[in-house]
């Protein structure tokens, strides 16, 4: 018991190293937050634009969505980081990072919420045509709606599942929160740091996996 401890619990290494880690902590928690924005954001904006029907249009958005959810995340983060800089673009590794994981987020967003779009009952629309609205009145104030609180249980998971990628970024030596700690478990010649990264990571996501939980309960009624 007290080589566990001294191992994986050891407070001076924890004292030592927590500062570094806790940075990278935050700096993991931004990353999450614009992948989700941009993300989702992104994949809505997507599935919106096919709704117009636009056979061009449709066929680039179905290269996107295939080619991003194919793609590892590992693989876009490099390429963005790595191979960019030949094309005479550089980024940093936060911007590698978060366009990377919000360009797979969004692809799996554009599927799901266009999925929730096409189950909507083309009663629907047969109604809201009855009662005046065009087209564009039609999707947003009809349609969207509906197919959001369709969309919002599968979104949640798939967006915890994602942004779990943050820790890829050590490959573009993003400073986040377990790169950190792999750091200065290597300064220290002690695990203990990663004991406090996976701590940091469980209060960060319990509460996702919990809220995603009440998502899932709150509209399930809906499916």
Do not use: C
């Not at 919000?102 to 779009?117: D, H, P, Y």
């Not at 009855?130 to 999707?139: H, I, P, Q």
């Amino acid at each position: 018991m007290e080589r566990l401890l001294d191992n994986y619990f050891n407070l001076r290494v924890l004292g030592e190293f927590y500062p570094s880690i806790f940075g990278g902590f935050i700096i993991t928690i931004e990353v999450a937050i614009l992948t989700v924005i941009l993300g989702i954001g992104t994949g809505l904006l997507l599935s919106v634009m096919r709704s117009f029907g636009s056979r061009i249009v449709n066929f680039l958005i179905i290269a996107y969505v295939d080619l991003f959810r194919t793609l590892p995340q590992l693989v876009v983060i490099i390429v963005l980081y790595f191979a960019l800089p030949y094309a005479g673009v550089r980024l940093s590794p936060f911007a590698a990072t978060v366009i990377a994981l919000a360009a797979v987020l969004s692809a799996f967003a554009a599927e799901i919420f266009w999925s929730a779009i096409r189950s909507i009952s083309s009663g629907q629309s047969d109604a809201a045509a009855a009662l005046g609205f065009g087209f564009l009145g039609t999707l947003f104030l009809v349609i969207l709606p509906q197919a959001i609180r369709l969309a919002i249980p599968i979104l949640t998971n798939r967006s915890i599942a994602i942004i779990k990628g943050t820790a890829l970024g050590t490959a573009a030596s993003l400073p986040e929160v377990l790169g950190q700690a792999q750091s200065a478990m290597a300064i220290a010649a002690n695990p203990s740091p990663l004991t406090l990264a996976a701590t940091l990571y469980l209060v960060l996501f319990i509460p996702l996996v919990v809220a995603s939980r009440w998502v899932e309960q709150r509209f399930g009624w809906l499916h």
